[in-house]
């Protein structure tokens, strides 16, 4: 391990809690880190509520076209030929989806000035951790620290 890097507030999670405590703090001018193993956004952005609804969306879509083109094409508007799911694109659709929203969580966090750390931690002491990055070890000293890891999906 190298030099330890001091901050005045490190958030350790990016989730809802995470980033939106991390954001407050840099728009408040304090020296900020904010540390996250995957994606920043949490739980419902990456891998829950978003993803799910966007899918919820696809197949309420999917639905209403073969309700339409069992009706014959009323009101003017027909389908031709029957509706078909290709679930690679659907897939695609909806992790473009998440990728845009992680996009716009770490957008937040720069404009705010908050330095964004993809790794794991791990506290060594009341306010120092270690984190676990593809670079090597990073050991961070903050003033104040706010643990916000939220939930783990079962």
Avoid at 125 to 134: E, F, N, S
Wanted: charged share 20%; glycine share 14%; with cysteine.
């Amino acid at each position: 391990m190298g030099e330890v890097r001091k901050c005045q507030v490190l958030v350790v999670g990016a989730g809802p809690g995470g980033y939106v405590a991390a954001i407050r703090a840099g728009q408040l001018g304090l020296d900020t880190v904010i540390v996250e193993g995957d994606k920043a956004g949490g739980t419902c952005l990456i891998r829950g509520c978003i993803p799910s609804k966007a899918l919820i969306h696809a197949a309420d879509r999917f639905e209403s076209l073969q309700q339409h083109a069992s009706e014959g094409g009323h009101m003017g508007i027909s389908v031709s030929g029957e509706a078909e799911v290709d679930m690679a694109a659907l897939v695609s659709w909806k992790d473009a989806i998440v990728e845009r929203l992680n996009k716009g969580v770490e957008a937040l966090l720069k404009a705010a000035g908050v330095d964004l750390v993809k790794g794991w931690a791990t506290f060594t002491g009341p306010k120092k951790c270690c984190v676990d990055t593809k670079e090597g070890i990073v050991e961070f000293e903050a003033e104040n620290v706010i643990i916000a890891t939220g939930s783990s999906h079962i």
